[in-house]
């Protein structure tokens, strides 16, 4: 698979704005999928880029940028429910390649 | 309600003990996979099958056998279970055969092999 790089862990306040950072090697690349995961919980989808630009989609976004091999979830107006593991999904067109997923923790 | 089940949810076996993980979908989907997800390591592909009669190995398939025989079903199968093949299954089916089909995922089968 594709190195897939994202942080390991993150914490940030109730109401507030967390961006999620993705690299990826970019040899052969389809998309890239961004999903949610509670945990024990089965992976959620919440987004899917193709182009490069920025994907709304009410408080979740998503942006990216195919050259650099980089792309971001923001999230806004944070809640105690977003704390979850996103995990980063590169497909390079062979296959779908999952980040080890970063771990989001909300605090009151 | 259009879903993916799996099961069981939970199992405890011992080594070399057979046993069959099912996965059923009820969307019509073409794709389906197996994952498995550890700590530190996250998920990682085990099999997949892009339509009936047809399988394929994933990233991890040392251990597993799958079939294919109906569109809805996608059973896992460990012949001869052992403690590395402790961890979390899951089983996923998208629309087509295209990877950017977006994935459906089961509800996790959680394995321990003692």
């Known amino acids: ?108 | 309600e259009a879903q993916v089940t799996q099961n069981p949810r939970y199992l405890i076996t011992v080594t070399g003990k057979k046993l069959t993980v099912t996965c059923s979908q009820n969307m019509n989907h073409e794709y389906m996979s197996w994952y498995r997800q550890d700590p530190g390591l996250g998920l990682r592909q085990i099999y997949y099958s892009m339509n009936v009669e047809v399988t394929d190995k994933g990233d991890v398939p040392e251990g597993y056998k799958v079939s294919r025989k109906e569109k809805r079903n996608f059973p896992l199968i460990l012949e001869s279970p052992s403690p590395n093949q402790t961890s979390l299954y899951f089983c996923a089916s998208s629309l087509g055969t295209e990877f950017t089909d977006t994935q459906y995922f089961g509800p996790g089968t959680r394995l321990t092999v003692l």
């Open chain 1, 1 to 108: 698979g594709q190195n897939i790089d994202q942080p390991t862990e993150m914490t940030a306040t109730e109401g507030a704005i967390v961006q999620i950072n993705c690299t990826y090697q970019t040899s052969g690349f389809n998309g890239l999928f961004w999903y949610q995961q509670h945990a024990g919980e089965a992976p959620t989808f919440l987004s899917y880029n193709v182009l490069d630009g920025l994907e709304e989609k009410g408080r979740f976004s998503s942006f990216l940028s195919r050259s650099k091999g980089y792309s971001y979830l923001l999230l806004k107006e944070l809640q105690m429910k977003d704390s979850a593991s996103y995990l980063c999904v590169y497909d390079s067109g062979y296959a779908l390649n999952f980040g080890k997923g970063t771990s989001l923790l909300v605090t009151p």
